[in-house]
């Protein structure tokens, strides 16, 4: 008995030691800052280019005649949610719900927020003042969402938790002006070290991600058309979505049911089976067609990129270093011989 | 004297994660709170609006941090149930005489690039969940007034029927000051799209039999209705 016990006290000790050897690994092992910053440059572009666009009807969606107005906007924030209904709710009729919009009302300040936002995402992209413009890109991002309710889909949800993660991390200790402009001071400093906060900043990225795929597969579970495998052709034939005409499929029943269920199932078991190393590239290899042709075949080019720029925070800072390398490589002029 | 050159364990962890005990407990315990409420965000808004009285209480522990971080809406319904398409045809008329004038949204040919028409398209399609989730004001049968169940069936339909008001009539001013139109009618607009069997039998996306109309709501500039 006594020797049952303890050899249970031992497993149980010996289980707890692993599974916080495990849990500091995981989130404290420092990392090669390459692939965050890698991630802040596609982000940054992403987050410039999608505001940038917001410039064209900026008054529009974000004045006091906006198509979705201050007043309609507060409403959708201050509804009972269902929470508050349901439950006994302690912050009922409270929102928690900010934006800079809540202060920039006039059209000169909504202006002036725009373009610091602006300049703040260019900064961001090419990396400098990294550490404090990821900080104001967040507040930007999340200013817009907060305000523009109506108007968002699934690229504003990524544009934001990626901005959120950016600023975890040292996303600019490589690939950005700062470590350009680090180096030219001291030109003996070497590459970027590894970091702590910068594997916590993926590590985040990567457990949002499997959140995000495990909720979308089985959200799927729940009408007739991922099962009877027309799913897929919901997106094609829908003449609003339609970018390129894909309804050949309509010819080849199998091929549009297998690629419904395909991406039901990848997207369900995308949590588990991303982890392993073995089968982590083929599943990144499926996110690729699979947001591309979200991009090409539905029109929605940034909604499909930004999903393969979160794919992004799974691939190893050696592959991104590799990859950047043999680019630059490739880009480089090859050296004239004198004749 | 140990001389041996192997690392002590206490080295290799130190490699490992280089934080001080106290930084990393107190880390760990944010990144949990953290990754459960990111969790929490799309588990507690359910399905079809069903949830679990445990999805309730966690959505309401974590409502004021998933509102702070913007992540209170995600439920990362991605193209869940694919379903026919939802635009706005709007009719303005102006006091001074002038003609009427027709526009539509989204409207690929005005709206672009793509973000842009997308955002549009977003306006319609919200405009439609609000209208159509909106129950109408009578309770169905077998709900007695004075009930708990009917009290929380008036609160969800008052909520919705606010809502959806506060959007086609945000979306009525907005025309009304762009154009100065006295007058705006909105029409919701719906297209379904061909089966595949449709397709193989030569009717196209586009065909007119797929779409149907109807009268959403008529403001004036006093932003009265006049019929739905």
Redesign the interface.
């Known amino acids: 008995m006594n020797a049952a016990a303890a050899y249970l006290t031992s497993f149980l000790r010996a289980s707890y030691r692993d599974a916080v ?1 495990g ?3 995981f ?4 990392t090669d800052p390459a692939t965050l910053a890698m991630i802040r440059i596609l982000a940054g572009a992403m987050l410039l ?2 505001h940038l ?1 917001w410039t ?2 900026l008054e ?2 974000f004045g006091p ?5 201050p ?2 906007n507060a ?3 201050e ?9 006994q ?3 009922r009729g409270r ?4 934006s800079l919009f809540d202060v920039a009302k006039t059209s000169q300040q909504i202006w002036a927020v725009h373009i610091v936002a602006l300049v703040t995402f260019a900064l961001l992209t090419v990396g400098l003042w990294t550490r404090v413009v990821a900080v104001l890109a967040w507040i930007f991002a ?1 200013s817009y ?2 305000r ?8 504003d ?1 990524i544009n ?2 990626l901005a ?1 993660y950016l600023m975890v991390g040292p996303s600019g200790a490589c690939y950005s002006l700062d470590a350009w402009l680090a180096r030219r001071k001291n030109p003996r400093r070497g590459a970027a070290s590894p970091s ?1 906060s910068a594997n ?1 900043a993926i590590r ?1 990225m990567q ?2 991600m499997c ?3 495990m ?2 597969g089985i ?2 579970f ?5 099962w009877n495998g ?2 897929l ?3 094609v ?7 390129l005409d894909a ?1 050949w ?3 080849w ?1 199998h091929l ?1 049911a297998f690629l419904s269920h395909l991406t039901v199932y990848w997207e369900v078991f995308y949590c588990v089976l991303i982890w392993p190393r073995a089968l982590r590239p083929w599943m990144l290899l499926i996110a690729v067609p699979l947001h591309l042709g979200i991009a090409f075949f539905m ?4 909604f499909g990129l930004i999903m393969l720029v979160g794919n992004l925070a799974f691939v190893s800072p050696e592959s991104v270093r590799a990859t950047v390398s043999w680019l630059f490589r490739r880009t480089r002029p090859a050296p004239t011989t004198g004749g | 004297m140990e001389t041996s050159s192997r690392p002590k364990a206490d080295d290799r962890h130190q490699a490992c994660c280089p934080w001080p005990n106290e930084l990393r407990i107190v880390v760990s315990l944010l990144l949990a709170l953290h990754v459960s409420a990111i969790y929490v965000g799309p588990f507690s808004m359910g399905a079809m609006g069903v949830t679990s009285p445990l999805a309730l209480t966690l959505r309401r522990t974590y409502r004021p941090y998933l509102e702070a971080i913007s992540t209170q809406y995600q439920g990362y319904q991605f193209f869940n149930e694919p379903g026919p398409s939802h635009l706005i045809r709007y009719e303005l008329e102006f006091a001074d005489g002038r003609e009427m004038v027709t526009g539509k949204l989204p409207d690929i040919d005005e709206h672009w690039p793509r973000l842009r028409y997308h955002r549009h398209f977003m306006l319609t399609e919200t405009a439609y969940t609000l209208v159509s989730r909106t129950a109408p004001p009578t309770p169905p049968p077998g709900l007695e007034v004075g009930t708990p169940a009917y009290e929380s069936w008036r609160q969800f339909r008052d909520a919705d029927a606010a809502l959806s008001r506060a959007f086609l009539k945000s979306y009525a001013e907005h025309l009304m000051s762009v154009h100065g139109a006295s007058l705006v009618r909105l029409y919701g607009i719906e297209r379904r799209y061909p089966t595949p069997e449709e397709v193989v039998d030569g009717i196209r996306p586009g065909d007119k039999r797929f779409v149907s109309e109807e009268l959403l709501d008529t403001f004036t500039i006093d932003i009265e209705v006049v019929s739905p």
């Not at chain 1, 034939?237 to 970018?243: P, R, T």
């Open positions: 050897a849990w500091n690994r989130w404290f092992a420092p280019y999608t666009v064209i009807d529009a969606f005649h906006s198509w979705v107005s007043t309609a409403t959708f924030h509804v009972p949610k269902i929470s508050e209904i349901m439950e709710d302690p912050y929102s928690f719900v900010w999340v969402v907060q523009a309710q109506g108007a968002l889909f699934g690229l949800q934001t938790m959120m702590t916590i985040l457990l949002h959140v995000i795929y909720f979308a959200g799927k729940v009408g007739a058309s991922w027309t799913g052709w919901g997106g034939a829908n003449l609003e979505y339609q970018s309804t499929l309509a010819y029943p549009s029109g929605m080019i940034t």
